[in-house]
DNA sequence: CTGAAAGCGCTAACAA
DNA sequence: TTGTTAGCGCTTTCAG
């Protein structure tokens, strides 16, 4: 154990206390395999006795493995971003790498170099959480600065293009939002109105395919913020509107926003109107009454993006997908129209 | 800009182009005083033609300031945690710091090196948001090894301890308890119960407090997990029994959890029933109804912790506390007793 | 299987 | 005000 303030141990202090030279230890700490049994064995002896560890930068400057990754992201705390971060740290963690954040304001705007510096080095690898304007741009300037050290999730109209499946990872939203309006036409509904989130594209085309499918003209998509503040306000006109009978909503919370605007405006749910969400966040079950909406695994596509970018550093294969399909959960807040 | 795959621009390139020596770079990059105006915007021109960006490795190897913290915590996803990390994000952003992120899992055992080995060399800053038994225990652990780079929020035994005001950024959680208790107390209820979040201690103490000011004996505190789920469950009993009028819970999702429970026993909120919670989370306020909490500024605790850490880090006087004082916003599901 | 040498990109200390 | 030198702790060569 070394004592506060004292010069922490080096490899060349195990190495004089192991009777080696430092390089042997820096073997056994790569667990490279031309390396004795019995002068490794001695070699783990003096690093436990020592309490060395190594030092993270030292690796970096000399060129050894990456061991990080920074993730690029506009804002930690909602349920969709939080979750795929605790995805891409669980796989961090098991590969023994190390977790940098760097988080984008969406209100600001940045230069290339401003978001290049962010990185610990040129060409450290990054994941871009794309869920905004702000990120998907990142996504672009880190993707033509290093293309084979980024890759990102989110959905978001740079999905479109034809080389994503090499660093794209991400839930077919599409789908997703197709078949929670399918669902909801299918239970009588004339139309499905839908609330959308900033900056996104592709549950909005779902929806909109799935009314397409049916005939129906889709009528003009109502914009929201992230908070669900902005979507209670959002939607106030929307639930005012005795026509309305179905909302899908971007999100979970933007779905709790219009439930609190149709409480506002007097309106039963699911009697009046229907609200479908997407995500199943952790209060959706447990809301008054249950939300309907889809279970969709961030904490996967978490884990399968950091999976992605291990591979490509290592000049593996693309590893399977890992997560849960989506699924549709009907709870309480939807049901046929009243007539 | 440096094309992908070449060797990155360094000091050295920049010094060549400019026509200085790398040492004189290193003097315009760190802001050093004794550098010609001249001399300055040259190496200035150098670096922005050749697209320079210093390699963090390089200078935190060499010994530089460092500019980095590694915030240790349980979930990222959690309101609290989640907005205390923004709020060091915000300081750490505003300084020029990379935040490293360090998840621990609440079910598995840490030993001192696994902790230790987390920072990115030996006494690398640290702040942990400490709000469970694994933090505390990270706290502690990264506190003996380097008192003077580690700084802690939270709400937990440890801030009982003397020398707190040294490393402890923390809301007077036990006043803020003991205002809600105090506030539900005043409007006719009898006792007050308390549904607790695992590893806390203080906002417990300040519900017992306000309860012996009145000569209340407190009543067995109820145990939840963190999870509104486990919530619900662990309050069934206690929204069943008509004698229980009042409870008041650790945090926002548990009292969700409470209102769910409560709708299922079939109780009405407030009349039956009064509910209040703790941070005031982003659904609150849009909850139908929306609930009566209690407005913590855990962003503002975020900038503080790291703003102390800063101040340390440079031996500077611990800076004046920035964050706003918590409030009691009554809401819908709080009120006096029916009789 | 092990060791020696060179250098990653930068900063601190010293010299001019 | 600027330049020179000597590392920081490690990994990659390349030699034995």
Redesign the pocket.
Known sequence: MSAAGA??V??FDVAKRAG?????V??V??DAP???DA?RAKVKAAISELGYR??RS??T?????VRSVTVFTFDTALYGTAETLRGIEDGAAAAGFTVLISVLDPDQTYTDDDILSRLSHDGAPAIVIAHDDTTTRARRILREARPGAVVATGDDKLSREPDAADWLVSLDDRAVAERATRYLLSMGHRTVHYLAMPGRARRQDGWADALAEVGVEAPEPVQSGWTIGSAAEAAAALVADPDVTAIMCGNDDLAFGVLHAAHRAGRSIPGDLSVVGCDDSPLAAFNVPPLTTIDLDFRGVGRGAFELLHAKLEGRERPRPVWRSPELLVRETSGPPRH
Not at 20 to 24: A, D
């Open positions: 010069r922490p080096s490899i080696v030279s430092h390089q042997t820096s073997r700490i790569n031309q390396v004795a002068t190594p030092n030292a690796r400057l000399a060129g050894g493995a």
